[in-house]
T-cell receptor, first 111, second 113 residues
Framework: GIQVEQSPPDLILQEGANSTLRCNFS?????LQWFHQNPWGQLINLFY???GTKQNGRLSATTVATERYSLLYISSSQTTDSGVYFC?????????????FGTGTLLAVQP | ETGVTQTPRHLVMGMTNKKSLKCEQH?????MYWYKQSAKKPLELMFV???????ENNSVPSRFSPECPNSSHLFLHLHTLQPEDSALYLC????????????FGDGTRLSIL
């Protein structure tokens, strides 16, 4: 099955810093989503981005489907950005829309 | 994600108990999913339902029994669970089962004594 790798596994930032999170996947995808899981376990949709670039406030994401990777940019980080960031993909041609999740990037933003 | 509601938020049960988790979506979607997130592990798909029909069972033990009476409701019936079943159980929905984003509920944190 498709493999999803995220890097870095852990990241510590000072408030106001910028960061880039990476997601590599091993095969063609028809779905790619970025999520933020807060300390209470809530999984928050950030982007649905199987290809192209999107921006939402301080966050933006780019997926280069032909090269099988996606990037999540966080600018001017805040303490509320802390948590785990997951990339999840749906396999192209799959019979169902099941998402395969990466192992996540644990982000801690310090004041 | 207020469009997908899960109850209860927390559940503690003994290994001999029977309980059910409930998921309801208010987004008009046709596909619903159960995922399990164990400590220090990524989310793993358990079941997929499309228009009330189960389309995927990811080799889940029979002590977990899903039920989808309609496209808006999804249940996970639990019986004789094991301590290793303690985890966060997340429900999701999407308009259909391909090329559409999934929206997640807040999850039920389950602890097995």
């Amino acid at each position: 099955g498709i493999q999803v790798e995220q890097s870095p596994p852990d990241l510590i930032l000072q408030e106001g810093a910028n960061s880039t999170l990476r997601c590599n996947f091993s095969d063609s995808v028809n779905n790619l989503q970025w999520f933020h899981q807060n300390p209470w376990g809530q999984l928050i949709n950030l982007f649905y981005i199987p290809s192209g670039t999107k921006q939402n406030g301080r966050l933006s994401a780019t997926t280069v489907a032909t090269e099988r990777y996606s990037l999540l940019y966080i600018s001017s980080s805040q303490t509320t950005d802390s948590g785990v960031y997951f990339c999840a993909v749906g396999e192209y041609g799959g019979a169902t829309n099941k998402l395969i999740f990466g192992t996540g990037t644990l982000l801690a933003v310090q004041p | 994600e207020t469009g997908v509601t899960q109850t209860p938020r927390h559940l503690v049960m003994g290994m001999t108990n029977k309980k059910s988790l409930k998921c309801e979506q208010h987004l008009g979607h046709n596909a619903m999913y159960w995922y399990k997130q164990s400590a220090k592990k990524p989310l793993e798909l358990m079941f997929v339902y499309n228009f009330k029909e189960q389309t995927e069972n990811n080799s889940v033990p029979s002590r977990f029994s899903p039920e989808c009476p309609n496209s808006s409701h999804l249940f996970l019936h639990l019986h004789t669970l094991q301590p290793e079943d303690s985890a966060l159980y997340l429900c999701a929905s999407s308009p259909r089962t391909s090329n559409q984003p999934q929206h997640f509920g807040d999850g039920t944190r389950l602890s097995i004594l």
